[in-house]
């Protein structure tokens, strides 16, 4: 074998494993519970206020209800 050929594998191992680690790092950080906790939390941030507005809208239809049957 040549010295090129032998580099070439070397360096391609080198590469892979280098790769892997970083795949895995980064897989690691997306996948970490608290970066899981920070999307529900805004979630709920995004999606509560939606559902006030819906609940004060049904109070004051309820309201009205009770006023018109009375």
């Keep these: 074998m040549n010295k090129s050929s032998v580099r070439g594998r070397d360096l391609e191992e080198k590469s892979k494993r280098?790769?892997?680690g970083v795949n895995k790092?980064?897989?690691m950080i997306a996948n970490?519970?608290?970066?899981?906790?920070?999307r529900i939390q805004q979630h709920i941030h995004k999606s509560v206020p939606k559902f006030v507005a819906c609940q004060k809208l049904m109070d004051e239809n309820n309201?009205?209800?009770k006023v018109n049957l009375e």
């Design 18 to 20: 280098a790769c892997d």
């Design 25 to 27: 790092t980064i897989h």
């Design 63 to 65: 309201e009205q209800l």
């Design 32 to 38: 970490e519970p608290s970066m899981g906790l920070y």
